[in-house]
């Protein structure tokens, strides 16, 4: 399970999912069209243990460009 939050100097959006590529695409946009509204983006993802290496997989690549470009983000795995 991923739950992420996309957040901005004024706004908060929350993303709940499976991690699948579905999910993990509508996800990339959600940020990405953040990123180019607002500039400034913070990015928190929690996902379980079980679910790490189709995450990795899957976010690895945009993750990295988005941090090259100033986000931040955090990224934590529940043990359960």
């Given at each position: 399970?991923?739950?992420?939050?996309?957040?901005?100097d004024?706004?908060?959006?929350h993303f709940?999912?499976?991690?699948?590529?579905?999910?993990?695409?509508?996800?990339?946009?959600?940020?990405?069209?953040?990123?180019?509204?607002?500039?400034?983006?913070?990015?928190?993802?929690?996902?379980?243990?079980?679910?790490a290496?189709?995450?990795?997989?899957?976010?690895?690549?945009?993750?990295?460009?988005l941090?090259?470009?100033?986000?931040f983000?955090?990224?934590n795995?529940?043990?359960?």
């Amino acid at each position: 399970m991923l739950h992420a939050e996309i957040r901005t100097d004024r706004d908060a959006f929350h993303f709940f999912g499976e991690v699948n590529g579905y999910n993990l695409e509508t996800l990339r946009q959600h940020v990405r069209e953040t990123a180019l509204e607002s500039g400034t983006v913070h990015l928190r993802l929690e996902i379980d243990r079980a679910d790490a290496s189709a995450f990795n997989g899957s976010a690895a690549g945009w993750l990295s460009r988005l941090a090259d470009r100033g986000a931040f983000i955090e990224i934590n795995v529940r043990r359960h």
